[in-house]
Nanobody, 120 residues
Framework: QEQLVESGGGLVQPGGSLRLSCVAS????????MGWYRRAPGKQRELVAT???????TYANSVKGRFTISRDNAKNTVYLQIQSAEPQDTAVYYC??????????????WGQGIQVTVSS
């Protein structure tokens, strides 16, 4: 069964860097585009970055030039490198397939997410 496990979050100072990882279980990973999403306090979940199975990437304007998404299909892992972190990057970060979210038993599936806090 599909499963997503995010890791690598924590507290980072403004201007600092962090790398998030997401390990996927299941046969879907290598053939699907993946995305990183985030939910900031009091806001809806938003798409941050995407990467196709072949490695083409897109970014939200708010993170362009500061975030880098990458993937290792051999390890079923997608990464998000955060640089020049800003307080507005504070959120719970999730990975999932893109554009369609994984569904299990008719419901959208999300992993537990990983907290990123940008603060001095």
């Amino acid at each position: 069964q599909e499963q997503l496990v995010e890791s690598g979050g924590g507290l980072v100072q403004p201007g600092g860097s962090l790398r998030l990882s997401c390990v996927a279980s299941g046969s879907f990973f290598s053939s699907n585009a993946m995305g990183w999403y985030r939910r900031a306090p009091g806001k809806q979940r938003e798409l941050v970055a995407t990467i196709t199975s072949g490695g083409s990437t897109t970014y939200a304007n708010s993170v362009k030039g500061r975030f880098t998404i990458s993937r290792d299909n051999a390890k079923n892992t997608v990464y998000l490198q955060i640089q020049s972190a800003e307080p507005q990057d504070t959120a719970v970060y999730y990975c999932n397939t893109y554009p369609h979210i994984i569904m299990i038993n008719g419901r959208n599936y999300w992993g537990q997410g990983i907290q990123v806090t940008v603060s001095s």
